[in-house]
């Protein structure tokens, strides 16, 4: 009994060992699509009202210095083209 067991266990494995392939998947290289021949059925409309609800701003202080020019720092860009 014990060696009808082993048999079917081996015959089993055997068998098994034997479905293993290389399996390769060849995938499309190119797919055109050709969107004149689809028909589409239904309405065109406009939609309904649209609106944006306002919302209440947030205004922050600025907390940099406030500057009236900025020669040196445009004297310094236009030499650092030249």
Same mark, same amino acid.
């Given at each position: 009994? *014990?060696?009808?067991?082993?048999?079917?266990?081996?015959?089993? @494995?055997?068998?098994?060992? &034997?479905? #293993? +392939?290389? @399996?390769?998947?060849?995938?499309? +290289?190119?797919? *055109? %699509?050709? %969107? #004149?021949?689809?028909? @589409?059925? $239904?309405?065109? $409309?406009?939609?309904?009202?649209?609106?944006?609800?306002?919302?209440?701003? #947030?205004? %922050?202080?600025?907390?940099?210095?406030?500057? =009236? =020019?900025? &020669? *040196?720092?445009? *004297?310094?860009?236009?030499? $650092?083209?030249?």
């Amino acid at each position: 009994m *014990k060696i009808l067991i082993l048999m079917v266990i081996l015959l089993n @494995v055997s068998s098994h060992a &034997q479905d #293993n +392939k290389n @399996v390769r998947y060849e995938y499309k +290289k190119f797919e *055109k %699509f050709d %969107f #004149n021949e689809i028909g @589409v059925e $239904g309405e065109a $409309g406009a939609p309904g009202d649209i609106s944006i609800s306002p919302r209440l701003r #947030n205004e %922050f202080k600025n907390k940099l210095p406030e500057r =009236n =020019n900025f &020669q *040196k720092e445009m *004297k310094k860009a236009i030499d $650092g083209i030249r």
